[in-house]
């Protein structure tokens, strides 16, 4: 079946220090993929997505490119900040009719001042 | 738009309780997703439902849950009896079918439940 494999927390950076938090995927045909924050307190919420191969997602500063002959969709940020801190999730979505995602554990980012 | 809305957003009860989590989704979707978020499981998908009409229930734990959305504005999940093992957050999410297969879902802030 379909599933989401991401790298265990937490992780634990400096201020303006470059993030990387892996992600893998198994799925039958194309899925669509995703990131998810959740900062403390509060439900999950959309960061970016791709939806095929070699789009690549961003947004207020992070990125990751859905590459498929990886089956990765990595989550990078240049210059992380204290406000970063926040448990990231990645998520698939097959490419059938249902809205049905699958999450992998999350990850927690920690940024120090 | 409020967001979908979650009550309450902490529970607290005793082994053996009936414990009913609420939900209203964002006026217009006509998806709705009840997770559990556990240290030891991460996020796991309960049920959801497809314009008021449950499509995919294989995750509920047990018998002893049970989920329903009588209109498309309102949702509740029930656990009869409750169990320590049931202490978790509960997060209801919602989304809709209009803008394409790769809509967000909305989540709420969630509802933690501490049995004892």
């Known amino acids: 079946g379909n599933s989401v494999t991401q790298m265990e927390g937490p992780v634990t950076l400096s201020e303006e220090a470059f993030l990387t938090i892996n992600c893998t995927y198994t799925a039958t045909g194309y899925p669509s993929l995703f990131w998810y924050v959740q900062y403390p307190g509060e439900g999950l919420q959309l960061l970016l997505k791709a939806t095929k191969a070699d789009d690549k997602g961003s947004n207020k500063g992070f990125e990751a490119t859905y590459r498929k002959e990886t089956t990765s969709f990595h989550l990078e940020k240049g210059s992380v900040q204290v406000s970063d801190s926040a448990v990231y999730f990645c998520a698939l979505k097959d490419g059938g009719a249902t809205n049905k995602l699958i999450f992998g554990t999350g990850t927690l980012l920690a940024v120090q001042p | 738009d409020a967001g979908v809305i979650q009550s309450p957003r902490h529970e607290v009860t005793e082994m053996g309780q009936e414990v009913t989590l609420r939900c209203k989704p964002i006026?217009?979707?006509?998806?709705l997703f009840w997770y559990r978020q556990t240290m030891m499981r991460g996020l796991e998908l309960l049920i959801y439902?497809?314009?008021?009409?449950?499509?995919?229930d294989s995750g509920m734990p047990e018998d002893r849950f049970s989920a329903k959305m009588p209109n498309a504005s309102f949702s509740t999940l029930k656990i009869q009896p409750s169990e320590p093992r049931d202490s978790a957050v509960y997060f209801c999410?919602?989304?809709?079918?209009?803008?394409?297969?790769?809509?967000?879902?909305?989540f709420g802030n969630g509802t933690r439940l501490t049995v004892t």
């Open positions: 439902f497809n314009n008021n009409v449950p499509i995919d």
């Open positions: 006026s217009g979707h006509d998806y």
């Open positions: 999410a919602s989304t809709d079918s209009v803008t394409g297969n790769n809509s967000p879902l909305h």
